[in-house]
């Protein structure tokens, strides 16, 4: 019984050895690795330098310039639409959405805006006043005419007399 225990044991660290020898050469291989891409991360940094470098401070100049006035032609665009919108009394909604480039045709987008709007509002009002449409408008939301579920469609409000519905009701 002895024997048995013995080569068992024998056996089991024998398996452990080589699961030890064999994360150890696991591990090495890792290691490798990282150098490696650690090598070519370097390479690549230096190369990179280097095409920067290979620009003259006029062409690293030019672009900036070029970035630089693209950012300000961008910001007179903003303002001239922001100062037309005021102009004509548009929200900073409607003015973000005018189309043009020169200041006259931003002021001729603005007023086909207004026309198209207006058209609008005016559609909305059919079949009620124009003091009541022009409230609506004025108001920036739609005014709800609310009636009550048991109201018939026809009726605008009549006061009905309970006693009389009451008297008219057959009794047997």
Known sequence: MADENDTTVTVDEDKDAGAKKALQAERE?????????????????????????????????????????????????RALRAEVAAEKGLSKWAAARLQGSTKEELEAD??????EHKTAADGEGEGQSSSTATTRQAAGRPRENLRPGATPPGDTGTQYDSAKILADIPRG
């Open 110 to 115: 603005a007023d086909a805006f207004l026309a």
């Open 29 to 77: 291989k890792a290691r490798k690795a990282e150098a490696e891409a650690k090598a070519a991360r370097d390479e690549l940094a230096k190369l990179k330098a280097d095409l920067e470098g290979g620009k003259t401070d006029a062409e690293r100049m030019a672009v900036k310039v070029a970035e630089l006035e693209q950012r300000a032609n961008d910001a007179d665009a």
